[in-house]
């Protein structure tokens, strides 16, 4: 199947119940995210800040970028001109960070919060408790140039189906009690993004609005071996 084919059947399923396509474009040359562009596609996700940026230059300016890996804030002014969406806010003074480049070039920057619900300690994202602070923190309250959207969750790389389908459960009850308790007066409050090649159909099972999908359209990623997690972007 070629990625024009790959992304007119995923579209066909997903645009009838409402569920976004992120075309997860890492480590895939421009020519591949074109031909998915080619066939329609708009939206895009990258997870190394300056990939983002050298393909965000090169590329069509209609384009939607998700940041969806672990960002540090001192990368956060190289994408704060155009990034459509940062699925992977983690703590407040990253949040804090975004705010405030996004003032510089009077935007409002959308998020989602990163929320740890795998088994797997390799993972980025915030716990429940962690969660509920930064809606909590009085500052939180004061940021003028972020829009939180929703959560984000990544499931453990495992083949175990309950195991994946207990994390999306718990996930989307997660969102569902933050929208009621916090966003409650929010209709932008509505994303919830959960769902990569292995496990997207049971994330839209249990809920997901946003499924990111990698090697379903483009085909397998070669192995990068990453040392230090931080080293990451
Ligand atoms: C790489 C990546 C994906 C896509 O993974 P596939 O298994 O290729 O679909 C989705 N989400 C995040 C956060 C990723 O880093």
Redesign the pocket.
């Known amino acids: 199947m070629s990625i024009a084919t790959n992304i007119e059947s995923l579209q066909i399923d997903l645009k009838p119940i409402g569920v976004t396509l992120v075309a ?1 474009s ?1 480590t895939k040359p421009q020519t591949a995210i074109m031909e998915a562009y080619e066939a329609g596609q708009r939206i895009f ?1 990258e ?1 190394m800040v300056q990939e983002l940026v050298e393909k965000q230059e090169a590329l069509p300016k209609d384009i939607e970028w998700h940041l ?2 672990h960002l540090q804030t001192n990368k956060v002014k190289y994408i704060a001109p155009f990034i459509q969406l940062i699925e992977s806010v983690d703590s407040i003074k990253l949040l804090k960070e975004i705010d405030k480049h996004a003032a510089k070039h009077d935007r409002v920057i959308d998020c989602l919060l990163q929320v740890y619900i795998a088994d797997e300690d390799s993972k980025f994202g915030l716990d429940h408790a962690e969660l509920v602070e930064l809606l909590r923190d009085p500052e939180f309250a004061s940021l003028q140039h972020v829009r939180i959207r929703g959560l984000m969750g ?1 499931a453990t790389n495992t083949e175990n189906e309950k195991v994946i389908k207990a994390e999306f459960y718990e996930l989307k009850m997660l969102f569902d009690g933050i929208k009621a308790s916090f966003f409650r007066q929010q209709d932008s409050f509505d994303t919830l993004s959960m769902g ?3 496990d997207y159909q049971l994330a839209i099972e249990h809920g997901s609005t946003m499924v ?5 359209i483009f085909g397998k ?1 070669v192995i990068k071996h990453v040392k230090n997690k931080d080293a990451e972007n």
Request: glycine share 18%.
């Open positions: 997860v890492k996700g997870n969806i890996g990544i990569m090649s292995s990111r999908l990698g090697s379903t990623r």
